[in-house]
């Protein structure tokens, strides 16, 4: 076999892996179907909102959201074209990858292929290929943007960048750091430099100009949710750095990179100036290590598999390959690294989905076993329940998504995602990513919800457990408990017990009386 068709033979043997590891978690994780509400109500009623007439900016992935929701117009569910645009983004990711190191190499070569086949091994790879999210999309805007800064073409870059921000915030970020490396690279601005910013700024300002007058603030409501506010305890900051530096030892820990780092340094450390090689090193070296103080700043994640730095394990991919080649005997070597890493993947994919695998790690970061079982079960009682509601219902969740979705309820949750009261009003008082706020009882009953779903237990016999809220409060207020049963769910039993206003006489099939 010619070494010309080896590199389509190992860059399509990386692509056939991909989706294999990617179908055994085929999963829709419940933070998707936030941006599948938003979806929806864009496709049935031309508003990107949560709750019709009431605009808050719920969701980070614009251009995600969009997307769906044009392919919701033509009768493309989300559950479907998510997954499959996610899986397309992640494949178009390997082959961009090849191209951009076939660039830095100067010259057609296998070993531009081993980065594609490190991704396809890598669990939280396959694993955010599925998902539902924005990942796979964002991740493809942003590696196109590295080759584009790697081949000099500056238009490619800032159209790649300017999509980039606006399907993730991080896009700024990963703006910020290509646009220094292409000056380190250059040294001077030149004329092609003013006409890629104005592309950039031609795409995202209109965009950042028009979600500020939608909205009504220049930033996201999850921002203001998540990174925004003050701390109830002040030494709560110093926990969310612990956490996101947890966060980043758990990534280097299991996709090995930890043993690796010596590979990696080398890699990138290795480089002739003023060649494409350097430029790419420059790349990822720079966007590594900025995005990972970053990730760490905010706490991580709280999504196990590493979700939130995805760009970073094709930064690292490329790192360890460039190492690779560099060493004596590298390509004897880069078999051995590939096949290790992937029977340590295989395990780590096993571990991430055993059903037994429910608990939090560090009580932080959820495996994808429990995330797959929690949005099936919330999916179930939205399900069961949706017949059941009245226009004018009003409801508070915990979660904003599989549940709100299915049962087409009009509510917030109590995170605050969804509201802009809780985003805006409330202190920071949990050190946990993404679960920061939390809207008190008296802010909640300001809503005059029809139900408190956010108050809730799941049990496995007819007699609830006592909630784990201020039942008291809300008893005062009119409130009782009501358990229904609802097959199929599994995390803790088929019983689902909540307050719903006794004035609003809920009855619905399933409930026990």
């Given at each position: 076999?010619?070494?010309?068709?080896?590199?389509?033979?190992?860059?399509?043997?990386?692509?056939?892996?991909?989706?294999?590891?990617?179908?055994?978690?085929?999963?829709?994780?419940?933070?998707?179907?936030?941006?599948?509400?938003?979806?929806?109500?864009?496709?049935?009623?031309?508003?990107?909102?949560?709750?019709?007439?009431?605009?808050?900016?719920?969701?980070?992935?614009?251009?995600?959201?969009?997307?769906?929701?044009?392919?919701?117009?033509?009768?493309?569910?989300?559950?479907?074209?998510?997954?499959?645009?996610?899986?397309?983004?992640?494949?178009?990711?390997?082959?961009?990858?090849?191209?951009?190191?076939?660039?830095?190499?100067?010259?057609?070569?296998?070993?531009?292929?081993?980065?594609?086949?490190?991704?396809?091994?890598?669990?939280?790879?396959?694993?955010?290929?599925?998902?539902?999210?924005?990942?796979?999309?964002?991740?493809?805007?942003?590696?196109?943007?590295?080759?584009?800064?790697?081949?000099?073409?500056?238009?490619?870059?800032?159209?790649?960048?300017?999509?980039?921000?606006?399907?993730?915030?991080?896009?700024?970020?990963?703006?910020?750091?290509?646009?220094?490396?292409?000056?380190?690279?250059?040294?001077?601005?030149?004329?092609?430099?003013?006409?890629?910013?104005?592309?950039?700024?031609?795409?995202?300002?209109?965009?950042?100009?028009?979600?500020?007058?939608?909205?009504?603030?220049?930033?996201?409501?999850?921002?203001?949710?998540?990174?925004?506010?003050?701390?109830?305890?002040?030494?709560?900051?110093?926990?969310?750095?612990?956490?996101?530096?947890?966060?980043?030892?758990?990534?280097?820990?299991?996709?090995?990179?930890?043993?690796?780092?010596?590979?990696?340094?080398?890699?990138?450390?290795?480089?002739?100036?003023?060649?494409?090689?350097?430029?790419l090193a420059l790349a990822c070296g720079g966007l590594a290590a900025v995005y990972l103080v970053y990730a760490a700043s905010v706490g991580g994640d709280f999504m196990g598999l590493h979700r939130f730095i995805m760009p970073v394990f094709v930064c690292a991919a490329i790192a360890v390959t460039l190492g690779l080649e560099r060493i004596?005997?590298?390509?004897?070597?880069?078999?051995?690294?590939?096949?290790?890493?992937?029977?340590?993947?295989?395990?780590?994919?096993?571990?991430?989905?055993?059903?037994?695998?429910?608990?939090?790690?560090?009580?932080?970061?959820?495996?994808?076993?429990?995330?797959?079982?929690?949005?099936?079960?919330?999916?179930?009682?939205?399900?069961?329940?949706?017949?059941?509601?009245?226009?004018?219902?009003?409801?508070?969740?915990?979660?904003?998504?599989?549940?709100?979705?299915?049962?087409?309820?009009?509510?917030?949750?109590?995170?605050?995602?969804?509201?802009?009261?809780?985003?805006?009003?409330?202190?920071?008082?949990?050190?946990?990513a993404g679960h920061t706020k939390f809207g008190s009882d008296k802010l909640l009953a300001e809503y005059d919800p029809t139900f408190v779903f956010s108050c809730y237990a799941i049990h496995a016999t007819e007699t609830p457990p006592p909630l784990p809220c201020n039942v008291a409060f809300w008893t005062q207020r009119g409130y009782e408990?009501?358990?229904?049963?609802?097959?199929?769910?599994?995390?803790?039993?088929?019983?689902?017990?909540?307050?719903?206003?006794?004035?609003?006489?809920?009855?619905?099939?399933?409930?026990?009386?």
């Amino acid at each position: 076999m010619t070494s010309d068709r080896a590199r389509w033979v190992v860059l399509g043997t990386a692509a056939v892996v991909l989706v294999i590891h990617s179908l055994a978690y085929n999963f829709v994780t419940d933070d998707a179907y936030i941006s599948f509400v938003f979806s929806r109500n864009l496709a049935e009623h031309g508003q990107l909102t949560f709750n019709l007439g009431q605009p808050v900016e719920g969701y980070t992935n614009f251009l995600w959201t969009v997307v769906l929701g044009a392919l919701m117009v033509v009768g493309i569910s989300p559950e479907i074209s998510s997954r499959v645009l996610g899986t397309a983004c992640a494949l178009a990711t390997l082959y961009v990858v090849f191209r951009t190191m076939e660039r830095a190499l100067e010259r057609r070569t296998v070993w531009a292929c081993v980065p594609a086949l490190l991704l396809a091994c890598s669990s939280g790879f396959a694993c955010w290929t599925s998902g539902g999210l924005e990942t796979q999309l964002f991740t493809l805007l942003v590696v196109v943007a590295i080759d584009g800064v790697v081949a000099g073409d500056l238009r490619r870059t800032a159209i790649a960048l300017a999509l980039a921000a606006m399907t993730r915030p991080e896009g700024l970020i990963v703006a910020a750091v290509l646009g220094a490396v292409h000056l380190v690279v250059q040294r001077r601005i030149v004329r092609s430099d003013l006409v890629a910013a104005a592309w950039f700024l031609g795409i995202w300002a209109p965009w950042f100009a028009w979600r500020w007058w939608y909205y009504g603030w220049p930033f996201p409501n999850t921002y203001y949710v998540k990174a925004s506010g003050p701390w109830a305890n002040p030494a709560m900051a110093h926990e969310m750095w612990k956490h996101g530096g947890y966060y980043i030892w758990v990534w280097l820990k299991q996709t090995k990179l930890v043993y690796a780092l010596p590979l990696a340094l080398v890699g990138l450390g290795w480089v002739k100036p003023k060649t494409p090689r350097f430029t790419l090193a420059l790349a990822c070296g720079g966007l590594a290590a900025v995005y990972l103080v970053y990730a760490a700043s905010v706490g991580g994640d709280f999504m196990g598999l590493h979700r939130f730095i995805m760009p970073v394990f094709v930064c690292a991919a490329i790192a360890v390959t460039l190492g690779l080649e560099r060493i004596p005997y590298g390509r004897y070597a880069a078999p051995v690294v590939v096949l290790a890493f992937a029977i340590t993947q295989l395990l780590l994919t096993r571990q991430s989905l055993d059903p037994k695998n429910l608990g939090a790690d560090e009580g932080v970061i959820d495996t994808p076993a429990f995330l797959i079982v929690y949005t099936e079960d919330r999916a179930a009682i939205g399900r069961a329940m949706e017949s059941c509601f009245l226009p004018d219902d009003f409801s508070i969740v915990g979660g904003a998504g599989a549940q709100p979705y299915f049962g087409r309820m009009r509510g917030i949750d109590v995170f605050g995602l969804v509201s802009d009261r809780i985003a805006h009003e409330e202190p920071r008082i949990r050190a946990r990513a993404g679960h920061t706020k939390f809207g008190s009882d008296k802010l909640l009953a300001e809503y005059d919800p029809t139900f408190v779903f956010s108050c809730y237990a799941i049990h496995a016999t007819e007699t609830p457990p006592p909630l784990p809220c201020n039942v008291a409060f809300w008893t005062q207020r009119g409130y009782e408990p009501i358990t229904m049963k609802i097959p199929g769910m599994r995390q803790a039993g088929e019983y689902y017990t909540f307050l719903a206003k006794k004035a609003r006489n809920f009855q619905c099939p399933g409930r026990v009386h």
